[in-house]
């Protein structure tokens, strides 16, 4: 069964210190990836995806994520973190075939909180 | 521009009651979607629709019952809502079934009392 798991429920930083949220993933097919960030009482946005090709993606606001094929893993980064990267981000899986074509599976989500 | 809008924000309503949430976007987008978040904001899949035909439909209770008038619109219709039932709810949409991303709307945050 397809499965994300998240290792870190909460994840509390300083301002500017570097942070990583870690992701792994169980599937039997090629996926793709995707990190979601969700500000209190918002919608989720999408952060970065990894649909093929280079396997470290980034966004405009400095995060990083590397697509690890053998270690099934997609670690989000950022060198130096803000107050306002204050959230919680979900990492999210979809497959490219089958009968779950479509659907995203969800990890259970990562609070990082940066104190000033 | 709002890609995604549901409406009401919020909802609170008494047990027993039947309400509907509703759900656009004016992406263009072939694939809506339904995904619920209960109290420990783990999200999961309901509900998807592709061109108006249902594609997913999960492990979901019979009173959960989705509609697509049109490929820009996913309404939401719970009957006899019970105490359990109280999550917040995401409409969202990608351009088509499978390898694209989804646009998510702001969630409807329903209360059962």
């Known amino acids: 069964a397809q499965s994300v798991t998240q290792l870190d429920s909460q994840v509390p930083v300083f301002e500017e210190a570097p942070v990583e949220l870690r992701c792994n993933y169980s599937?039997?097919?090629?996926?793709?990836l995707f990190w979601y960030v969700q500000y209190p009482n918002q919608g989720l946005q999408l952060l970065l995806k990894?649909?093929?090709?280079?396997?470290l993606v980034e966004s405009i606001n400095g995060f990083e994520a590397e697509f690890n094929k053998s270690q099934t893993s997609f670690h989000l980064r950022k060198p130096s973190v803000h107050i306002s990267d204050t959230a919680e981000y979900f990492c999210?899986?979809?497959?490219?075939?089958?009968?779950?074509?479509?659907?995203?599976?969800f990890g259970r989500g990562t609070q990082l909180t940066v104190w000033p | 521009d709002t890609a995604v809008s549901q409406t009401p924000k919020y909802l609170v309503t008494q047990m027993g009651n039947d309400k509907s949430i509703k759900c656009e976007q004016n992406?263009?987008?072939?694939?809506m979607y339904w995904y619920k978040q209960d109290s420990k904001k783990f999200l999961k899949i309901m509900f998807s629709?592709?061109?108006?035909?249902?594609?997913i439909n999960e492990t979901v209770p019979n009173r959960f019952s989705p509609k697509s008038p049109d490929k820009a619109h996913l309404n939401l219709h719970i009957n006899s809502l019970e105490l359990g039932d109280s999550a917040v709810y995401f409409c969202?949409?990608?351009?088509?079934?499978?390898?694209?991303?989804?646009?998510f709307g702001q969630g409807t945050r329903l209360t059962v009392v």
């Open positions: 969202a949409s990608s351009q088509f079934l499978g390898n694209t991303e989804a646009f």
């Open positions: 599937s039997s097919v090629s996926v793709y």
């Open positions: 990894y649909l093929s090709g280079s396997t």
């Open positions: 999210a899986v979809s497959e490219d075939r089958g009968s779950t074509l479509g659907r995203l599976y």
């Open positions: 992406l263009g987008h072939d694939t």
């Open positions: 629709y592709n061109n108006k035909e249902l594609i």
